[in-house]
Every structure is written in structure tokens, then in C-alpha cells.
């Protein structure tokens, strides 16, 4: 079946610049995660949705870092204002449910100039 | 909260050989214990759990052995190969509706 996608592959934009990241999971899967992946770096996880539950969006670095689950399915991570520390990449994943077994997508590799 | 740290942060290994990775938790509370496979260029994919209502876990080459009372897991690959280079990150999960917490990563070279 479909795994967890992800749009788009790359983005570049100039720093101060809006940009919007979108997450298609796993279809039933209740739980969505985001996290973001420096070059050679770990996990830094950022936000998490579960179900109809209010996200845990303690990981977020900044309020210029804001996501949305729309109908328990689709998510975009928003990043306002962007600035060259963003540059990374953006990694969704999904679980049908937490904390189980996470489906990761290819990622959105953001680069900011 | 819940945090885990992983060692060694990186790891070299001959072809044939084992190679282990160790990570400590400090909620003992947390209850499930799983590693994620990260290889160069492509996203982490899952390649074996535990739960803490058991102490050790096998599948083929791989084993992840817990020690509750010490607070600490590990994973453990045998008989090595090349295909087995990858980052490996350890998490543990709090109790309650919390997301994993992840440790910061291993990066293992095997070298043939």
C-alpha cells in the first residue's frame, strides 16, 4: 500500500520568506509526527497530532514554526519568516497508533538563501 | 521528562564482527523501547522493539536486551556486513499520550 509521502522533495527559498510543507500519512493511521533532521544530526522532534487530541507542540524551536492536521489526515508544517538555521530536513511520519511503529516519509529537504 | 542517551556516537566495525549500541533512559516509567535504522540518503525505518514486560528480543541477526532495573537497552548485531552501515537511533516512550523520545544516534561503519 501507499507509505507516508511528503511536498515537496526540495524546496529553496529566500530567508524571510513563508513556506509550507505538506504530509500525506498512512491512511487510518491516528498518530502524525514531524521532526526535523540536520546534516548528520539526529531527530529533533517538533510536534505531534493524535487523533482529535489537542498536538503536543512542545518540540516547536520558534512561533514561527506552526502545523495543522486537517480531518485527522493531511498535515502541513509552516514555517514563517524563514532563516538559515531552518535549513534542514523536514521529516513526517505517521502510526496507526502511538507510540508504535513510525512510518517515516522521504522527507523535504528546505534550504534557505 | 523522559531522556535517552545513546553510545557510542560512532562505531567501526570488521565485516564478520559484532558491534553493540547502548542507551539509557531515565523515566522508569517508560515502557516500549524501539531502534530505527537510518541508512545514508533515506528515511529511518524501524527494525526491531521491546517492551518492558520482556527482557530480550531476537530477529535473525539482531537482538535488543533490556535491563529495566538499570535503566538501560541495547542493541546487538552480529555477524556483520556491509549493508548493515547506517545510523541507528534508540527512543524511549513515556507513559501516558507522549511521542518517542529519540536518542541522538549511531553512526556504524562496516568495514569489509
Known amino acids: 500500500g501507499a507509505g507516508v509521502s511528503q511536498s515537496p522533495s526540495n524546496k529553496v527559498t529566500e530567508k524571510g520568506k513563508d513556506v509550507e510543507l505538506r504530509c500525506d500519512p498512512i491512511?487510518?493511521?491516528?498518530?502524525l509526527y514531524w521532526y526535523r533532521q540536520s546534516l548528520g544530526q539526529g531527530l529533533e522532534f517538533l510536534i505531534y497530532f493524535q487523533g482529535n487530541s489537542a498536538p503536543d507542540k512542545s518540540g516547536l524551536p520558534s512561533d514561527r514554526f506552526s502545523a495543522e492536521r486537517t480531518g485527522g489526515s493531511v498535515s502541513t508544517l509552516t514555517i514563517q519568516r524563514t532563516q538559515q538555521e531552518d535549513s534542514a530536513v523536514y521529516l513526517c511520519a505517521s502510526s496507526l497508533v502511538n507510540p508504535y511503529e513510525q512510518y517515516f516519509g522521504p522527507g523535504t529537504r528546505l534550504t534557505v538563501t | 521528562g523522559e531522556n535517552v542517551e545513546q553510545h557510542p556516537s560512532t562505531l567501526s566495525v570488521q565485516e564478520g564482527d559484532s558491534a553493540v549500541i547502548k542507551c539509557t533512559y531515565s523515566?522508569?516509567?517508560?515502557?516500549?523501547f524501539p531502534w530505527y535504522k537510518q541508512e545514508l540518503g533515506k528515511r529511518p525505518q524501524l527494525i526491531i522493539d521491546i517492551r518492558s514486560n520482556v527482557g530480550e528480543k531476537k530477529d535473525q541477526r539482531i537482538a535488543v536486551t533490556l535491563n529495566k532495573t538499570a535503566k538501560h537497552f541495547s542493541l546487538h548485531i552480529t555477524e556483520t556486513q556491509p549493508e548493515d552501515s547506517a545510523v541507528y537511533f534508540c527512543a524511549a516512550s513515556p507513559p501516558g499520550n507522549t511521542p518517542l523520545v529519540f536518542g541522538k544516534g549511531t553512526r556504524l561503519s562496516v568495514i569489509a
Open positions: 491512511s487510518g493511521h491516528t498518530a
Open positions: 523515566d522508569s516509567a517508560s515502557n516500549y
